[in-house]
T-cell receptor, first 114, second 115 residues
Framework: AQSVAQPEDQVNVAEGNPLTVKCTYS??????LFWYVQYPNRGLQFLLK??????LVKGSYGFEAEFNKSQTSFHLKKPSALVSDSALYFC????????????FGTGTRLQVFP | DAGVTQSPTHLIKTRGQHVTLRCSPI?????VSWYQQVLGQGPQFIFQ???????GRGNFPDRFSARQFPNYSSELNVNALLLGDSALYLC??????????????FGPGTRLTVL
């Protein structure tokens, strides 16, 4: 069965510093991986996805993610954090090619301090 | 272009009642999926509908049902509400083209509280 794990419940970083939010995956076959962000009392906003190709994926709002097949990881990164990046971040994997079903991790709360 | 819209925004029901949640996809999207997000957890997949047919079903009881209309909008119905059904219900839409991994775009959600 497909699954993703987000090992950190919360990540704290100072504004202007680089940030990393970790995600590892377990899939049979090719992984289709996604990152979403959720602000308080809001739905999920799409940041980026990895389907195939370059291991470094660039997304919205200056975020990028690095796909590492050998380590089965898909970590979300940003070179310089903003206070406004503070939110809940979810990693997800598509269950199969026959359905849109996404399997989400438990989420990581990112807190950026001024 | 408008994003995914959901109604109502908030809803309060009592145990045993029935609820209907509504979703309108992004224009041109033919697939709608429903997710349940309990406080402190990631979203859990409930249903996917594509071209008015069920394409996927998550591990939810038969009290949960859904349908998709000719204009691709969708309804999620929950019967005999339980306290544990209190959650944020998210709708997502995508093109869902064959052999492509299209992005799902989520609506703002409906917050359901069961008393």
């Amino acid at each position: 069965a497909q699954s993703v794990a987000q090992p950190e419940d919360q990540v704290n970083v100072a504004e202007g510093n680089p940030l990393t939010v970790k995600c590892t995956y377990s899939v049979s076959g090719n992984p289709y991986l996604f990152w979403y962000v959720q602000y308080p009392n809001r739905g999920l906003q799409f940041l980026l996805k990895y389907i195939t190709g370059d291991n470094l994926v660039k997304g919205s709002y200056g975020f990028e993610a690095e796909f590492n097949k050998s380590q089965t990881s898909f970590h979300l990164k940003k070179p310089s954090a903003l206070v406004s990046d503070s939110a809940l971040y979810f990693c997800a994997v598509r269950d199969s090619r026959n359905t849109d079903k996404l399997i989400f991790g438990t989420g990581t709360r990112l807190q950026v301090f001024p | 272009d408008a994003g995914v819209t959901q109604s109502p925004t908030h809803l309060i029901k009592t145990r045993g009642q029935h609820v209907t949640l509504r979703c309108s996809p992004i224009s041109g999207h033919k697939s709608v999926s429903w997710y349940q997000q309990v406080l402190g957890q990631g979203p859990q997949f409930i249903f996917q509908y594509y071209e008015k047919e069920e394409r996927g079903r998550g591990n939810f009881p038969d009290r949960f049902s859904a349908r998709q209309f000719p204009n691709y909008s969708s309804e999620l119905n929950v019967n005999a509400l339980l306290l544990g059904d209190s959650a944020l219900y998210l709708c997502a839409s995508s093109f869902s083209r064959a052999y492509r991994t299209d992005t799902q775009y989520f609506g703002p959600g409906t917050r359901l509280t069961v008393l």
